[in-house]
């Protein structure tokens, strides 16, 4: 079995797809006759919005409580932007993309942006169970010639694991592959988005004060806290060490302000004890940055690298605060970075 499995591999070549102006129920009737889930719309051949199930209930449900004129054309209901992947991108990016974006549906394009084929749920969870299977059917089976099989079974489904075992939150490859697929999308389709990197406060004295164990501990409470006041729309994942990454898509540099200052405000008041702080109990730091959409950065690596600075920032200043470095000073090599330089 090949260890990398591809989009090309995976994806439906024949899609039924239709145009920003078609007329809404001739589609809705094409999804009936043909039990489609959803039908791409395409512009010259380029994906640019997509006609899903739930965009046909959500109209539904406008429609009985506010009784609107119904809409006419696809381009009035249509989902945008629509998120895409290419033939190249593998089973561990495709699997990212859909659950941290909650999409049930995939274009597959070419490098020139044009329509291919289409990536489903079902298409990954089929391809995800079919490794499975294969794993138990070496195990059931197993004799000494057999043993590298079973380790590239066993490799696959441990090249699949978007956690950190630890916090439960997304882990770094997995945040990787999100902001990557994050950044093109908001470059390509002008559109702004935030990240907010938190750290506990003096966590090498909590560690040594009460034990790794209760570090541990501390950090899966951190981990809990942050998923209980985020949007579903947000994600997180694990950076590094007891640092978390939070990606706010569509969020103005406002907006994450706001939610950071709310989250380490909440986070302080659960007065989990730390007698080697000087605030007596935990606290967090946070550096906030956000992607804008107009002359924003060119990879996601500079954006992180700036709410690093932001958080350095927290830390040298106090600790339990939120700091954005102001983009004149992005470029400044005099402002320092987090890493190796605060316990």
């Not at 591809?6 to 039924?16: E, F, Y």
């Not at 006609?51 to 004129?69: F, G």
């Amino acid at each position: 079995m090949n260890v990398e499995i591809l989009a090309k591999d995976m994806m439906t070549p024949s899609v039924i797809n239709t145009s920003p102006d078609a007329i809404l129920m001739d589609v809705i009737q094409q999804m009936i006759d043909h039990r489609y889930s959803c039908i791409i719309v395409v512009d010259n051949q380029r994906p640019i919005g997509i006609i899903t199930e739930r965009d046909i209930v959500r109209l539904m449900a406008q429609y009985m409580t506010n009784k609107p004129q119904c809409p006419v054309r696809v381009e009035d209901v249509m989902s945008v932007p629509v998120a895409t992947i290419t033939e190249e991108t593998n089973l561990f990016e495709a699997l990212v993309i859909s659950t941290a974006q909650k999409i049930r549906h995939l274009p597959v394009v070419n490098e020139t942006g044009q329509l291919l084929g289409l990536v489903t749920q079902s298409d990954l969870a089929k391809v995800h169970f079919q490794i499975f299977e294969k794993q138990r059917e070496i195990i059931e089976h197993s004799v000494i010639e057999r043993t590298q099989e079973l380790q590239k079974a066993n490799e696959q489904l441990k090249s699949l694991s978007m956690l950190d075992s630890l916090t439960a939150l997304g882990n770094r490859r997995a945040m990787e592959v999100d902001l990557e697929h994050t950044h093109s999308q908001a470059m390509r389709y002008n559109r702004s988005y935030s990240v907010a990197l938190f750290d506990i406060d003096f966590f090498k004295l909590f560690n040594d004060s009460y034990g790794h164990k209760a570090g541990d501990n501390a950090l899966r409470t951190v981990s809990g806290h942050l998923l209980s006041s985020i949007r579903k729309c947000d994600r997180l994942y694990r950076y590094g060490g007891e640092e978390i990454l939070l990606l706010m898509p569509e969020t103005s540099l406002y907006g994450a302000l706001i939610l950071a200052d709310r989250i380490l405000a909440s986070f302080a008041g659960l007065n989990i004890p730390h007698e080697k702080s000087p605030f007596g109990f935990l606290t967090m730091s946070c550096g906030v940055a956000c992607q804008v959409e107009e002359n924003g950065y060119d990879c996601w690596e500079s954006l992180v690298d700036l709410a690093d600075r932001g958080l350095y920032a927290s830390k040298n200043n106090g600790r339990n605060q939120v700091t954005i470095i102001p983009p004149e000073d992005a470029n400044d090599d005099s402002v320092p970075r987090l890493h190796g330089n605060q316990p």
